[in-house]
């Protein structure tokens, strides 16, 4: 069977048209130049005698039979997973933060969530009545909550997501409707899974630590070469996980995952990737902390303000609330060379979330229900239940087509394609028959009697949506210093909500919108650019799967639109071991929703506000011994038009001005390695009001590495060594704190 090198999509524009190597040349560098962009292969033609011989001569087929070889101690990625992304990292016009497995692994990270921490200009947000908790973010101020995906396909579903079956985690920042469709703001991250490989690997880890932490992972990839199944491997990675989350009382996390996956063809013109994954929680969820509710006047002076009470409190019901969450993915992934310059690529996803949770929100209690207009103290309510029974729904295809040519002495990498899918969500509504105990806000009792009396009443809402588009992108390389990449996208969304057995009519709604991108880049030297980009996106009404009358009327409101613009630069350093990033950047929502002020309800499109500053980053190996990996954001916001009094001039909530993180780790000679880092989140609003502010805060993170043998190590993680305490994530009535001091000490290994 003829084999083909596997090598990065990334690199396609890098070679000179002018020089044309030997044979033996070309031989060698294709066994040897494998870059790190997942999953992407292409083939190898046989190579003819140039025209500059005297006559012609057919050389015999060159069969190479090589890998793609992963550095899992690399801090340094070299592309991004997507085809539509044709260019090496440096030469995307583009601000994208990309963390590779070897940062989250030496981190010790157990969360989607800790990964993020590494990403600046991002802030975390609480879960609210109208959207489930889980992972839920802004990105350079907006929300990106329904802006995730694996592998390229949108992962809807709300939920806490674990990275042990993550290859790196890609964040590209600004609007970019154009490559991943609605939403994309502020930007997009796009989790990319482990794929089976052609060299046999196995390893795992076992950790304990504080606050009852007990984790292990596996991860075996096994080739069938010499079996008879040649080009087939099979990959297994495993996950269980059991800790109470430190500094906050009863609040705990369990879960297991598996991820199993099969790879046939590998090193041929034609491969197909089967994967499944299953994850399955059961925790204690927590919304934290309320904001002081006013007008108060026991805490008159703090209204406003984070309750000035212990940061472990909880103000739950251990024997009414709860978390059960299942996801289920299935993808079949098909890839097609047809020749190294027309290279086919399907992707077939089936995903479901099931989420079955009760949270108690906590919020203050009318003390005086007899007068006229709320009066607080400090009595908690636990009536406002934020419950959910609901399942989430995905079956998407995606359709890639790469194809290289030359026009001239322009080369061309295009890509184009059509993506189609299909996300139904339902949701069934429940109510508590008996009396929820209210709670004292400096001395909470979690453990008050609840008979329970949970039950769905009948009623729910239903939603099934359409996604189909099309789009087209050219990277357009002119000479080695000059290239520019254009896109267009039509996106085609349709969205029918169907409140069943009650009040309500059924409502729908239809979008279609173009988005682009552009970018020109200018390489003064081969090992760095200097680009400026720019890109649209689009959100319409219905981009969470919900529509609304009456006072949420947003059915007859058309999408709102953002633009972006960037000036940046991004160089590699030390032998190109390291690189570094700097951009400046504006993203302009020009026709954000705002209540209309005449008809009460309804939103107009006459909003305008915008998030601007700049961004610098670092990563990868300043010597052969110590690796880093760093950022920096400073932004500035405004809406600079609103039809909700006082909110003109206001900052954007959820934009902290200034974001940095640092994680850096060195090899001593002694076996021992050492690492730190740093982490800083600026002060942020948690309302466009701006009546609300989280306060800025400093997390400082260690780590020390030995190695055993070869294959064993053992690793001290110790977080937040100052125990400071710091509002995590924000909401519109309540804050969750962020996690207490904790150490983890982990047992690897590595065959």
């Known amino acids: 069977m003829k084999k083909y090198k596997q090598t990065s999509q990334g690199n396609k524009l890098n070679s000179s048209p002018s020089m044309r190597p030997s044979v033996a040349t070309m031989a060698l560098v294709n066994a040897i130049m494998l870059t790190g962009a997942s999953h992407a292969q292409t083939n190898t033609p046989p190579i003819k005698a140039g025209s500059n011989t005297n006559a012609p001569v057919k050389m015999q087929d060159v069969v190479i039979t090589a890998e793609k070889v992963q550095d899992d101690n690399s801090y340094k990625p070299e592309a991004l997973s997507s085809p539509k992304y044709v260019v090496p990292l440096r030469d995307v016009p583009q601000t994208v933060t990309v963390i590779p497995r070897a940062v989250f692994q030496d981190q010790g990270a157990t969360s989607l969530r800790d990964v993020l921490r590494n990403v600046t200009g991002i802030s975390m947000q609480a879960g609210e009545g109208g959207t489930p908790a ?8 907006y929300s990106a909550r329904t802006d995730m995906y694996v592998d390229g396909v949108r992962d809807f579903g709300g939920y806490s997501r674990d990275p042990f079956n993550l290859e790196q985690v890609e964040v590209s920042k600004g609007p970019s409707s154009a490559y991943g469709g609605r939403g994309s703001t502020g930007g997009s991250i796009n989790m990319v899974s482990k794929a089976p490989q052609l060299a046999p690997s196995y390893a795992g880890s076992i950790g304990f630590g504080t606050d009852n932490f007990k984790r292990t992972t596996l991860d075996l990839n096994q080739p069938l070469e010499g079996t008879g199944f040649e080009g087939v ?12 989350v430190p ?15 099969l790879a046939i063809g590998l090193g041929t013109p034609t491969r197909l990737t089967l994967s499944y994954f299953h994850m399955d929680q059961d925790n204690m969820p927590d919304y934290g902390i309320p904001w002081v509710a006013g007008p108060n006047a026991a805490l008159a002076s703090i209204v406003d303000q984070p309750a000035p009470v212990d940061y472990s409190n909880f103000y739950g019901l251990t024997a009414r609330d709860y978390e059960h969450v299942q996801n289920d993915l299935g993808t079949a992934l098909l890839e097609h060379d047809f020749s190294d310059s027309l290279r086919l690529r399907n992707t077939f996803r089936y995903g479901q979330t099931v989420r079955d949770s009760v949270i108690t929100a906590p919020r203050f209690e009318d003390i005086d229900p007899i007068t006229a207009g709320n009066q607080f103290g400090t009595v908690i309510r636990r009536t406002d239940m934020k419950s959910r029974d609901q399942v989430d729904k995905i079956i998407a295809e995606q359709i890639d087509l790469n194809i290289d040519f030359e026009t001239g002495p322009v080369e061309h990498a295009m890509v184009t394609g059509l993506e189609f899918s299909r996300e139904e969500e339902i949701n069934f509504n429940r109510t508590d028959a008996n009396v929820q105990p209210p709670t004292d806000l400096f001395n ?5 009697p609840y008979s329970g009396g949970l039950t769905r009443d009948g009623t729910f809402t239903q939603t099934k949506a359409n996604s189909f588009c099309i789009y087209a992108f050219d990277t357009l390389k002119f000479s080695e210093k000059w290239q520019f990449t254009g896109g267009l996208r039509w996106d085609y969304f349709s969205v029918d909500y169907a409140p069943r057995v009650g009040t309500g009519n059924a409502l729908s709604r ?5 988005s682009w991108r552009s970018g020109l880049v200018f390489k003064p030297r081969e090992n760095g650019s200097i680009y400026f980009g720019y890109g649209t996106s689009f959100n319409p009404s219905a981009e969470g799967l919900t529509l609304g009358t009456g006072a949420n009327n947003n059915v007859d409101v058309n999408p709102e639109k953002s633009q972006s613009f960037e000036l940046g630069t991004k ?8 690189s570094v990033s700097g951009a400046l950047f504006r993203t302009e929502k020009t026709n954000a929703r705002t209540p209309d002020p005449v008809t009460a309800g309804v939103f107009t499109l006459s909003g305008e506000q915008y998030v601007q500053g700049i961004e610098l980053g670092a990563s990868g190996m300043i010597t052969e011994e110590w690796s880093l990996f760093a950022g920096y954001a400073y932004m500035q916001s405004e809406i600079t038009k609103s039809n909700t009094a006082g909110q003109q001039g206001n900052h954007v909530s959820n934009a902290p001005q200034q974001t940095f993180s640092l994680w850096s780790t060195y090899r001593l000679p002694w076996r021992m390695d050492v690492g730190g880092g740093a982490q800083y989140v600026g002060s942020r609003f948690s309302n466009d009001a701006n009546t609300r502010t989280a306060p800025g805060y400093w997390l400082m993170n260690a780590s020390v590495g030995y190695e055993v043998t ?3 190590n053992l690793r001290l993680n110790v977080y937040n060594l100052a125990d400071e305490e710091y509002i995590g994530s924000v909401g519109g009535g309540h804050f969750i704190p962020g996690e207490g001091r904790s ?4 047992a690897n290994f590595k065959f």
């Not at 500094?247 to 996956?261: C, H, I, M, T």
């Not at 239809?510 to 173009?514: A, H």
């Not at 160089?571 to 390291?578: N, P, Q, S």
């Open 134 to 141: 889980g992972d839920q973010m802004s990105i350079r101020g």
């Open 233 to 244: 491997a099979l990959r297994l990675n495993a996950m269980w996980h059991d800790a109470d």
């Open 247 to 261: 500094g906050r009382d009863e609040v705990y996390n369990k879960r297991w995952g598996l991820a199993p996956s």
């Open 444 to 448: 909470p009792n979690p453990n008050d």
């Open 510 to 514: 239809t979008d279609t919108m173009f």
């Open 571 to 578: 160089w590699d350093f030390f032998k190109e071991r390291l």
């Open 710 to 712: 070869k294959n064993f």
């Open 743 to 746: 150490a983890v000490l982990t």
